[in-house]
């Protein structure tokens, strides 16, 4: 079992940057994947981006690309999602997720399996 904790999600003017956190606790597994996502009101989930756990290898969703850099720091067990030059559109409830084993890359919705409770961003203009 792995336990996804989010944190680092706050309200912030357009133009800035917030550092997300997610904290995993549990068995981890060298072949997983963390994910970033993200939910607007309304709207499905989104993927952001995510990150193999052993090689550090990213993908970054086009719609963040240039903005967004996901990373991971091994000894604490943490993955972070820094997010710069933000805009309103970003404000969402983001979360973290991961997948115990991968079979593609990036991997797909359904082979997330672990899920965060999810970190509140405002963005205002």
């Known amino acids: 079992q792995v336990q996804l904790v989010e944190s680092g999600g706050e309200l912030v003017q357009a133009g800035g940057s917030l550092r997300l956190s997610c904290a995993a606790s549990?068995?981890?597994?060298?072949?997983?994947?963390m994910g970033w996502f993200r939910q607007a009101p309304g709207k499905e989930r989104e993927f952001v981006g995510a990150?193999?756990?052993?090689?550090?290898?990213?993908y970054t969703a086009d719609s963040v690309k240039g903005r967004f850099t996901i990373s991971r720091d091994k000894l604490k067990n943490t993955v972070y999602l820094q997010t710069n030059s933000l805009k309103p559109e970003d404000t969402a409830v983001y979360y973290c997720?991961?997948?115990?084993?991968?079979?593609?890359?990036?991997?797909?919705?359904?082979?997330?399996?672990?899920w965060g409770q999810g970190t509140q961003v405002t963005v205002s203009s």
């Open positions: 997720a991961a997948v115990p084993v991968r079979s593609s890359w990036p991997p797909r919705f359904n082979e997330y399996v672990y």
């Open positions: 549990g068995r981890t597994f060298s072949g997983s994947v």
């Open positions: 990150i193999t756990w052993s090689g550090g290898s990213t």
